[in-house]
T-cell receptor, first 112, second 115 residues
Framework: GQQLNQSPQSMFIQEGEDVSMNCTSS?????WLWYKQDPGEGPVLLIA?????ELTSNGRLTAQFGITRKDSFLNISASIPSDVGIYFC????????????FGTGTLLAVQP | ETGVTQTPRHLVMGMTNKKSLKCEQH?????MYWYKQSAKKPLELMFV???????ENNSVPSRFSPECPNSSHLFLHLHTLQPEDSALYLC??????????????FGPGTRLTVL
């Protein structure tokens, strides 16, 4: 099935650094979602975006819905060890009821 | 705690066994989903239920049989599985199936190993 292009695939950073990851698609989306998944657990919703240009924060996390509606990015500021995990973007196209398309994930490792 | 629970969290079964996975959501949602997550692969949508009715079967083999008795509960019945069916099976729910801005919330998953 269709996938979103998510980059980078992995990041290895020092505690305190800022992190940025993004997702791009050839299709227009009505919704962008960002999830975090810890090993052996299900994805946990971090931020939901519903309007082009929307910029939303959740603590140290900030995500934006791209103006073209074909991309989104997630920033994490001042990373801490518990930020370790896999981050997934997911998008929903207009008319594609119930069908989320997931990115391939970004593995984040934070060294104390 | 996302409001979506799954049991069991871990399951090991032989290829001739019959087992069931259970999902329950406490969010008052009307849509429920089964996903399969294999190593190094994106999440694969398996089934979608809206208001207890199945609206999506993503070409899933018949050895996986879903059941949705009400909007809060979803089961996945397993029989004669293959080793390649080993994966993390995730349940999700969302408020309303046909809304274009429907947001899905996931359970913790069941780690299934087929021997």
């Amino acid at each position: 099935g269709q996938q979103l292009n998510q980059s980078p695939q992995s990041m290895f950073i020092q505690e305190g650094e800022d992190v940025s990851m993004n997702c791009t698609s050839s299709s227009i989306f009505n919704t962008w979602l960002w999830y975090k998944q810890d090993p052996g657990e299900g994805p946990v919703l971090l931020i939901a975006l519903y309007k082009a240009g929307e910029l939303t924060s959740n603590g140290r996390l900030t995500a934006q819905f791209g103006i073209t509606r074909k991309d989104s990015f997630l920033n994490i500021s001042a990373s801490i060890p518990s930020d370790v995990g896999i981050y997934f973007c997911a998008g929903q196209r207009r008319g594609a009821t119930n069908k989320l398309i997931f990115g391939t994930g970004t593995l984040l490792a934070v060294q104390p | 705690e996302t409001g979506v629970t799954q049991t069991p969290r871990h399951l090991v079964m032989g290829m001739t066994n019959k087992k069931s996975l259970k999902c329950e959501q406490h969010l008052g949602h009307n849509a429920m989903y089964w996903y399969k997550q294999s190593a190094k692969k994106p999440l694969e949508l398996m089934f979608v239920y809206n208001f207890k009715e199945q609206t999506e079967n993503n070409s899933v083999p018949s050895r996986f049989s879903p059941e949705c008795p009400n909007s809060s509960h979803l089961f996945l019945h397993l029989h004669t599985l293959q080793p390649e069916d080993s994966a993390l099976y995730l349940c999700a729910s969302s408020p309303w199936a046909s809304a274009s801005t429907d947001t899905q919330y996931f359970g913790p998953g069941t780690r299934l190993t087929v021997l």
